[in-house]
């Protein structure tokens, strides 16, 4: 942004320049009074502007750690501004921006005393992350032991990397990122990757469609939790921030699926819903009707409008009691976890539980137009 303002005002002739300085100082005057008038103070979070699945400055993907700061802020009346660091040194950061007073909370610090000790104080715990293994489907890794034998990338430096060391029968291919480690795989450099599990289900949803499994992996080093943290004077701000994160529990889990930070549902084959259980009623109650729309409309809304209120027919999702009768749960159950991804809906085998699946059925059950009298196909129906 910055880069911008400079690349327009370097092309004006001076006088020019110094009239859109002088409106910029203005306009930026009359935010901050307007913003000093009749608003608290905006929550300020700093996050690193290129590390998505978990913050980035693009708008369209701003990440699980952004979105999780404007919902956050939402539910505490304020407005909320991300302060751009970059993350390669967290503590410098923390030091240099935090404990200055530049940013009010640092998201995605590893909530342990070990980490800069008692000068920071921590919300409760955002996400659980850790190292995952990525391989094919018919691959059929399970386990850390199911690596012997094949050509594996790992993080330079990563705890998978001196995990796998001293087995003689692993070669192991060295990333110097998990993003760089995907590509390995694309490439048909590895046959699986022990790596960074957040970024590895990122780059499958967001790029690879879904190609790969990613089965986390549990133990010493492998994994730990993620909070925000704050200075340690500001314990009232920690305290509203943990009052906000309990109401925000649906909302926060249905981020962290869509950014791919949770292990999904069990990926192995035989898995999905078999015949019996999509044809069981599900036992929705109102909180899983609640939970289930709170999905909808972090996830699917986007295509299908909150809460499935939009104009194109075919994506209608008020018009699958009309369309299906009684196959509605079927279907719904095989386009969600197969897609029909030509036509722009995406699979969500990977990214939700059959329990979130039963969910937003449940929500959609709670919302579907009347059928008509005489039940006809609507024109605009799905060709699957
Ligand atoms: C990127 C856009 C997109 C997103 C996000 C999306 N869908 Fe879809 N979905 C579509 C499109 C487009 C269709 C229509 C496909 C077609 O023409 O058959 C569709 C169709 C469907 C259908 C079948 C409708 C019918 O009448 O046959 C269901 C069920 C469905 N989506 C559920 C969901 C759920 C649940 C989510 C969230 C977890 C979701 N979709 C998210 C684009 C999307």
Redesign the pocket.
């Known amino acids: 942004m910055r880069r911008l303002v400079y690349f327009v005002v370097g092309r004006l002739t001076p006088g020019g320049r110094r009239r859109v300085l002088a409106l910029a100082a203005c306009l930026l005057c009359w935010f901050a009074c307007a913003a000093r008038a009749d608003e608290p103070a905006p929550l300020r979070l700093c996050a690193d502007p290129d590390n998505l699945p978990f913050s980035s400055a693009n708008q369209a993907t701003p990440g699980f750690y952004i979105e999780l700061g404007q919902e956050i802020a939402q539910a505490l009346g304020r407005r909320f501004q991300a302060v751009w660091v970059p993350t390669y040194y967290t503590k410098r950061q923390i030091r240099k921006k935090l404990l200055t007073g530049q940013c009010d909370g640092f998201v995605g610090v590893p909530d342990t005393p070990e980490f800069m000790g008692p000068r920071l104080i921590f919300s409760q715990p955002v996400a659980r992350l850790g190292y995952a293994l990525v391989a094919p489907p018919a691959m059929h890794l399970t386990s850390v032991d199911g690596l012997h034998g094949h050509r594996v990338a790992v993080q330079w430096g990563s705890p998978p990397q001196s995990r796998l060391a001293t087995w003689n029968d692993v070669q192991l291919v060295t990333a110097m990122s998990p993003e760089e480690a995907m590509q390995d795989l694309v490439d048909g450099k590895a046959d699986a990757a022990f790596i960074w599990g957040a970024s590895a289900r990122w780059v499958d949803i967001s790029k690879l469609h879904h190609a790969y499994q990613v089965v986390p992996v549990e133990g010493p080093h492998m994994r730990w939790e993620a909070a925000i943290g704050f200075p340690r004077n500001q314990v009232a701000l920690r305290d509203a921030v943990n009052q906000a994160l309990d109401r925000l529990q649906p909302a926060v889990k249905a981020l962290s699926v869509r950014y791919g930070l949770v292990a999904s549902a069990p990926e192995q084959a035989g898995t999905s819903p078999g015949a019996e259980e999509v044809m069981a009623e599900p036992t929705a109650s109102a909180a899983d009707v609640a939970e289930g729309r709170q ?2 409309n972090t ?2 809304a ?3 409008g909150h809460d499935a209120v939009q104009g194109e027919q ?2 209608n ?1 008020r ?2 009691r009309t ?1 299906y009768g009684d196959k509605m749960a079927e ?2 159950f095989y ?2 976890t197969h897609g ?1 991804v030509s ?4 699979n ?1 085998r990977d990214v ?1 539980t059959d329990e979130d699946f039963h969910k ?1 059925l449940a929500f959609l059950t709670t919302i579907q137009d009347k059928p008509p009298a005489t039940a006809s196909n609507d024109a605009g ?4």
Do not use: A, D, E, N
């Open positions: 999905i909808f996830t699917c986007h295509c299908h075919r994506r999702l018009l699958l369309r279907t719904f386009t969600v029909r036509k722009g809906m995406p969500w939700f937003i129906g799905p060709s699957q």
